[in-house]
């Protein structure tokens, strides 16, 4: 079975302009959360979405923004660019309902995200 | 709120040395605890958890970690490392109850290098 896919796994953006980021979750999950990993820190949470709705938003600005579809694969979207949205944006699925926080979360990969 | 302390970001072992990484926590309420390693370009994987029951949980690849409700720790150890066990490794908790987002709170990493 597939993991957690993310895509594209690296791009390069200038400040101001716009970036899409995509993940499709294993099949069966309903649950899928974004999280920032800066160089050198452990991941920050950023959104969790559940049926299509979001459930959950960390300490981030209105900049970023996300969605999820009817297959449960979902879109971040970071706007306005800036030096300091350069990371590694992570993607995981779970299974289980929403508020369920036992179960294990499934990373994908990671899009490398530099702005220059 | 819940944060995370990891209080060494780099730990140098020999192969087949025992290493023990220290994290510690501070929350208002109960959580869940949870470690995940990170090898190079790669997305984080779960080691193991600590849910409720027996505090000596167990995980994959011969880690082992113990829960400590009263010093607000969970230390993981393993007996004996190996080359590839050279990764970096995060402790995360989650808050209990309901009204949480499923979300988890990770510390900022500790990077264990495995010395041949």
């Known amino acids: 079975d597939a993991g957690v896919t993310q895509s594209p796994t690296h791009l390069i953006k200038t400040r101001g302009q716009h970036v899409t980021l995509r993940c499709s979750p294993i099949?069966?999950?309903?649950?899928v959360s974004w999280y920032q990993q800066v160089l050198g820190q452990g991941p920050q949470f950023i959104f969790q979405?559940?049926?299509?709705?979001?459930?959950g938003r960390g300490n981030f600005p209105d900049r970023f923004s996300a969605r999820q579809f009817p297959n449960y694969s979902s879109e971040l979207n970071v706007n306005a660019l800036l030096l300091g949205d350069s990371a590694l944006y992570l993607c995981?699925?779970?299974?289980?309902?929403?508020?369920?926080?036992?179960?294990?979360?499934?990373f994908g990969e990671g899009s490398r995200l530099t702005v220059l | 709120a819940q944060s995370v302390t990891q209080l060494d970001s780099q730990v140098p072992v020999f192969e087949e040395a025992p290493v023990e990484l220290r994290c510690n926590y501070s929350s208002s309420v109960s959580v869940y605890l949870f470690w995940y390693v990170q090898y190079p370009n790669q997305g984080l994987q779960l080691l193991l958890k600590?849910?409720?029951?027996?505090?000596l949980v167990k995980g994959i690849n011969g880690f082992e970690a113990e829960f400590n409700k009263s010093q607000t720790s969970f230390h993981l150890r393993k007996p004996s490392v190996h080359i590839s066990d050279t990764a970096e490794y995060f402790c995360?908790?989650?808050?209990?109850?309901?009204?949480?987002?499923?979300?988890?709170?990770f510390g900022q990493g500790t990077t264990l290098q495995v010395k041949p």
């Open positions: 099949s069966g999950h309903k649950s």
């Open positions: 600590y849910l409720s029951g027996s505090t």
């Open positions: 995981a699925s779970r299974s289980g309902t929403v508020s369920s926080n036992t179960g294990e979360l499934f």
């Open positions: 995360a908790v989650s808050p209990r109850g309901s009204s949480n987002t499923g979300k988890l709170i």
């Open positions: 979405y559940y049926e299509k709705e979001e459930r």
